[in-house]
């Protein structure tokens, strides 16, 4: 055969049997802000992949992954704080990746240990009291629990998944019967049940309703950032504690995403996995939302660096968070934390 055609035969006989790649990639997320939009837009501009978003709750994804089974069109699965995504990897939802840039770029604590999933931006879960009532705030998660602030301390629900975590790492770091101890102590110091988004917690100090809260950070940044109605106009008058700098620092949250088990397009999965990684994805990525990127170096955004700099917890394992979860909610329910 005359070589030039059989050249062309061979690329012919290539394109036939070559899988072709999708050049999409849907993503099932309960992450739903507005800033993401051209961060997406930057990714399917640069790859070529088109990215299909599926948004809903956590539980009802993860329900719907479920239910889908093999038949899943999941690549992506992403959502907020560790506890939510351990019940995907508890499920079985999850696949393992293997990726040089997100282990280069994301700290080891920041990751699940076998590569089920990635952090891809931090909050940080710390503590806020009134300036003219509280002259000694507490300094720590422990000293929370200290009967000078009964009374005092507006908390959400042990519903929540913030909360869940948090106790989880006090299990991690002190133990269960210790744990018991502390949320005990936070039931005896709250100044009202627990209602409400962190947001409230913090309005709470506003109205005088309490005068320490328990808040993610970056609904604080939202109110030194716009007009958050109850909040803005007084958060002068609140003052911020980044607790435990003294030993393991402050406890952070992620958002996180891994690749679906039954991902059709695990190439392309991967691929958003690592863009929402890099240098140039992680400023837009964490500072849309007034969050703390996972790659260290990029720059935070305006309203976010007022609260000046601290030292993270970097000692305790993430995945601890969802490994201790039910611990955690046991305990909530022994203590009658609502």
């Known amino acids: 055969m005359h070589p030039i055609k059989a050249a062309l035969s061979m690329t012919a006989l290539l394109a036939l049997t070559a899988p072709a790649l999708a050049q999409e990639v849907n993503l099932y997320s309960s992450r739903h802000y507005d800033s993401d939009d051209a961060l997406y837009e930057a990714f399917t501009k640069e790859t070529g992949i088109k990215i299909n978003r599926i948004e809903g709750k956590e539980a009802e994804l993860i329900e719907r992954m479920k239910a889908e089974g093999a038949n899943s069109p999941a690549d992506v699965f992403m959502t907020v704080d560790v506890g939510n995504v351990s019940r995907a990897v508890d499920e079985g939802l999850l696949q393992p990746f293997s990726s040089d840039l997100i282990e280069s770029n994301v700290a080891a604590n920041l990751r699940h240990p076998d590569n089920l999933w990635t952090g891809l931006s931090q909050r940080s879960r710390i503590i806020f009291y009134a300036k003219d009532r509280v002259e000694t705030p507490p300094q720590t998660y422990e000293e929370l629990a200290d009967p000078k602030y009964q009374g005092q301390i507006c908390i ?34 709250m100044a009202r049940a627990p209602e409400g988004g ?141």
């Open 156 to 189: 959400r629900s042990s519903s929540n998944v913030y909360n869940q975590s948090l106790l989880a790492s006090i299990i991690e770091v002190h133990g269960e019967e210790a744990a018991k101890e502390w949320a005990a102590g936070i039931v005896a110091n």
């Open 198 to 338: 962190d947001t409230d917690q913090l309005r709470g100090i506003v109205s005088g309703e309490c005068d320490i809260a328990v808040s993610n950070t970056y609904y604080f940044a939202r109110g030194l950032a716009g007009d958050v109605d109850g909040l803005t106009s007084g958060i002068d008058g609140i003052g911020w504690v980044w607790p435990n700098q003294e030993d393991r620092g402050a406890h952070m949250n992620l958002v996180a995403a891994g690749i679906a088990v039954n991902a059709p397009n695990p190439e392309e999965a991967l691929a958003l996995l690592e863009f929402l990684a890099s240098e140039t994805a992680q400023e837009q990525f964490a500072n849309g939302n007034n969050e703390y990127p996972v790659l260290a170096g990029v720059d935070i955004g305006e309203h976010v660096a007022k609260l000046g700099e601290f030292k993270p917890d970097s000692t305790t394992p993430t995945a601890s968070f969802g490994a201790n979860a039910a611990k955690a909610q046991a305990i909530f329910n022994e203590v009658g934390w609502n």
